[in-house]
């Protein structure tokens, strides 16, 4: 993985490099969709993947948004990067990964799109007695052998996340309502603590 994240780094860095020497003769829109197009689309490549690395690694991916968050709305170094991020609407990078397996979740759960493998891992917790919590739709969170790697894969992850997040999200009836719920919850969760 940290040969993955240098390469990651390294393009990132160039491609900005690129962006920025053209930045003065962009608009704000041309420059948003370049970064999406070109740094943006990498960071979010296979980050359900990135789910559980230690802050380290992931603080490297962060800093990289943050200086195209910079980067885009023309500010210096300096700069407070959480504001940016508002005013962009863009998810933090543990936000997005929070967000990408979410979203995997409620495919497996509720669309025939998702893959049979992923939709297999995922079970409903059914409580042996009768309990309130039997309708919120939760998941079995699977005991797991190895912390360091147990924790990371999709069948402990996935569950984890979907047990976390409110009934009202968890309950939309389509994945555009969901996707939307999801966003807002998150960016509540990260941006107001």
């Not at 948003?32 to 740094?39: D, E, G, P, W, Y």
């Not at 490297?60 to 500010?75: P, T």
């Not at 409580?127 to 360091?148: C, E, F, W, Y």
């Not at 999709?154 to 009934?167: H, K, R």
């Amino acid at each position: 993985m940290d040969a993955h994240i240098n390469s990651l780094c390294r393009t990132a860095f160039l491609e900005m490099r690129r962006i920025s020497q053209i930045r003065h003769l962009l608009s704000l829109d041309a420059t948003k969709t370049l970064v999406s197009a070109f740094i943006l689309s990498r960071l979010d490549y296979c980050n359900s993947l990135q789910a559980g690395l230690p802050d380290a690694k992931l603080d490297r991916l962060q800093r990289i948004m943050n200086n195209v968050a910079r980067l885009v709305l023309r500010k210096r170094k300096r700069d407070h990067v959480t504001p940016l991020l508002m005013t962009l609407h863009w998810l933090p990078i543990k936000a997005r990964i929070t967000y990408k397996i979410a979203t995997l979740c409620y495919r497996s759960l509720h669309d025939d799109s998702a893959p049979s493998y992923l939709s297999s891992l995922l079970k409903p917790h059914v409580p042996t007695r009768n309990l309130r919590s039997a309708d919120a739709g939760h998941l079995v969170v699977p005991r797991i052998k190895l912390n360091a790697f147990g924790k990371r894969a999709f069948i402990y992850t996935a569950p984890s996340i979907w047990n976390s997040l409110p009934m009202s999200v968890r309950l939309s009836t389509s994945l555009l309502s969901f996707k939307s719920s999801l966003k807002t919850h998150l960016f509540r969760q990260y941006f107001n603590p």
